[in-house]
């Protein structure tokens, strides 16, 4: 993985600030495809959940949430399954983009977690939440953010073949079977979309946390004067 | 050792990556009221090409124990008015057009007939809940054959005394679990069930599988597709 990176010359005063290439032109491109995506999945699935919010028996009908109709996507049922059918297309396609992307390009070095990262998760997690010193930055991304990627990674694929067992029960009645059944199928798709939920937030949190470099760079793939580069 | 440059060339080295974004502006057409129609009707007949490309003609549903049976008693009763559109059982028969040798008026001993098939399977409802039911009928391949249909037509149409009405790919059709169905729970259909004779088809969504039969046709052209479809829902929506 070869990384880009300059030094960039302010005119003016002089100074001199390093800007590293973090983020491969479809990286980005597959993440604001998948931001729109990802909206309109869990706006029009909170819809679609509306028709029958409950997991047991049809009768007695319990529901579990009278989710508002107003925090979700497609007006009614049928419209709602349309956006959805239409943008797990999307989701897919981009997912399929994203992940063979990073696999070839070797870019996944940077952010998928595996055992070397291990010793690195409790100085993170002491710092973001118990007060501690700010372990030093090596690379673009810590222990805690390559877990957090790598598991929404997973939840991505995840969300993709639960949403098939639900849509095509017969035909992928094996990934049913997998999952526990059909009922389980439908439960863990949503579970994973709060999964997906919770991630989002705390993705969110961290973007405003860090500041608008890093905001930029995924619109332009630059960071300017990142952390782990040692002035 | 980096390369330098100056500020105004790192502008638009990242100005010009920005702009590579531009094709992920094309998503905002979904927000365009008339191009959102169009859009999100390609998008569900994408899903039904796709959903046509994956079905398996020979790939049975899955079958359950009696045991695995919802009681008969939990069985919802969907409609899209009435319970009971009051079928008169002594004056009914099956009305059979299109493309067949024999079509005219069909008899429910005439169906009852055809060799009995009985099946324990899931009934999934686009709402989101799903039952397993029990049901017994003729297939309706048998019932093509019985008609003389040109089963290289595309489609066969029912219509309901309930004004529903609702058609399906030749494909599912002539799937073997698809059936004439005129039981369920072993006892005659009852009438919010559709009685005296109903569709089910357990590779289908719920809404396809139509109730209180009327008319049946065999055909290329559609002059409607399914009360449903002709709102919006999926056409094909195989399981």
New interface residues.
Partial sequence: MATQ???????KSGQ?T??VYEHP?IV??CH??NT?ALF?LIGSGLQ??R??P?FG???P?HNLINWPKSLALGGW???A???H??????YIATGLLYLGYQIFSGHYKQILFTPRDVPGVWPMARYYFFFGAKPPAKEPYNALQKHAYTTVMVLGVLSVLTGLAI?????F?WLAWMMGG??LA?LWHFIIMWAIVAFIFGHLVMVVLHGWNNF?SM????KKDPEYISK | MNETIDQRKFKSITRRELLKLTPALALGAFAIPPFQRRLLKAGLGFSDWASAALFRTHHPAPTFADSELTPFSKFPINDYDVDDPGVDFEKWNLTVTGAVQKPGDYTLAQIQNLPKKTQNTRHVCVEGWDVIGRFAGARLSDFLKLIGADTTARFVMVECADDYYESVDMQTALHPQTLLCYEMYDQPLTREHGAPLRLTIPTKIGYKQAKYLTDLKVANVLPKVGYWEDQGYSYFYGL
């Avoid at chain 1, 990176?5 to 005119?11: E, G, K, M, R, S």
């Avoid at chain 1, 059918?85 to 999307?90: A, G, K, N, R």
């Fill in positions: 990176a300059l030094t960039v010359v302010n005119n001199a390093e800007a032109y980005r491109l604001w495809i729109v309109v679609i959940f028709a029958f409950s028996p049809k009768i009908q049922l049928g419209g399954l349309q956006w059918l239409t943008f797990m297309w999307i849509w095509k029960p017969v035909q009645s059909f009922h439908r930029v619109l332009t793939g630059w």
